[in-house]
């Protein structure tokens, strides 16, 4: 566990109404780095994309299992897993296209789209039948270093 400063995890049935438990909980987790409105705003978007293409699109019509583990590193660097083990994404390239959905008319397609415009760095690695796993990654700017510390 080098350079981690602070780590949780979390699982919980592939509901849509545990979207908004999922974004709450990593956003009370990265507060301790101090982020401002807009660091935090981001995160909690990126979150609610992620669970949901778990919940929409990872296990479709059933329910299953939405993992997370969040990981805070010196420096204020956050990097969050999302990961389902749903029937996974065929061309993860198409998939991160904005536009494309596999969700009809119910769906935009901008879940990817979205998540990259709010993180630093995101990537998806996904098998069929398997599951998928988002990693979003964050770089919060340092007011204190005292967080740190503690």
């Not at 009370?28 to 705003?41: K, W």
């Amino acid at each position: 566990m080098k350079d981690i400063v602070n780590e949780v995890n979390i699982s919980f049935l592939s509901k849509s109404c545990n979207e908004s438990f999922a974004r709450a909980t990593i956003s009370a987790f990265v507060a301790q780095l101090d982020p401002t409105i807009d660091e935090l705003t981001d995160i909690k978007t990126a979150v609610s994309e992620a669970v949901t293409n778990c919940i929409a699109h990872g296990y479709q019509n059933e329910f299953g299992m939405v993992y997370i583990t969040a990981q805070i590193f010196f420096g204020g660097h956050v990097v969050i897993k999302i990961k389902d083990r749903g029937c996974g994404i065929e061309n993860v390239k198409q998939a991160m296209e904005p536009l494309f959905t596999t969700g009809g008319n119910e769906r935009s397609g901008l879940g990817f789209a979205v998540m990259q415009s709010f993180m630093d760095k995101i990537h998806v690695s996904s098998k069929p039948q398997r599951g998928t796993t988002v990693t979003l990654e964050k770089f919060i700017i340092r007011r204190s270093v005292k967080n740190e510390i503690q």
